[in-house]
């Protein structure tokens, strides 16, 4: 099981926030070129943040970007719907399916195995919730049938899975990294002492 300290906790989030802020869509990202990380980061939330407020806190950063976007950005509202809501559930996927990881989680390799699996269950109702609930009820789809979306789940969920998948490796690796120096400091100390 994965357990930080508070302090640490407190510095991700702060890293989480600021990668949101950055690579919202269409806030920042035509800027800088960054794909949107809010999958990965909901994903990441629930993996490395132990109580469910901050899930809480990265809904309203989120609704509140895209209010910002709409509002004062000049950002088109055609994704502002009553499906709007439905990021919700699928906000809360990911992180239960990190928040299912962390409890799993080992410095081992065979912790790849639940890793993907937790993946996999967080980024298909992911889907389903954020895609479908545009899909079905947003209204902007005159006539809506379930092969058609069949379609659009096998033309755009692949772009989602690589973005997704890009922002996690780079927290594989930087967790690694933290992992082993810290395994390095334990090992010199219980050495020396």
């Not at 499906?83 to 990911?94: C, D, E, R, T, W």
């Not at 389903?128 to 902007?140: A, T, V």
Request: charged letters at 10%; proline letters at 3%.
């Amino acid at each position: 099981m994965l357990i930080l300290s508070t302090r640490n906790q407190m510095a991700i989030a702060l890293l989480l926030v600021l990668l949101m802020v950055l690579t919202r869509s269409h806030h920042f990202a035509s800027v800088h070129n960054l794909a949107d990380a809010s999958w990965a980061i909901f994903f990441l939330v629930g993996i490395y943040l132990r109580s469910a407020w901050p899930l809480l806190g990265f809904f309203a950063l989120s609704w509140w970007l895209d209010f910002a976007a709409y509002t004062w950005g000049g950002v088109s509202d055609y994704c502002l719907t009553p499906a709007y809501v439905f990021l919700l559930p699928a906000y809360a996927s990911l992180w239960l399916a990190g928040r299912w990881y962390a409890k799993q989680y080992q410095f081992t390799w065979r912790t790849a195995i639940p890793l993907s699996l937790s993946i996999m269950a967080g980024l298909t109702l992911c889907e389903l919730f954020s895609s479908g609930g545009f899909y079905f009820f947003s209204g902007r789809i005159a006539e809506t049938t379930l092969s058609e979306f069949g379609e659009q789940l096998i033309k755009y969920f692949p772009l989602y899975i690589e973005t997704f998948v890009f922002y996690i490796g780079i927290a594989i690796v930087i967790h690694a990294l933290f992992a082993l120096i810290i395994q390095q400091f334990n090992s010199r100390n219980t050495t020396t002492g």
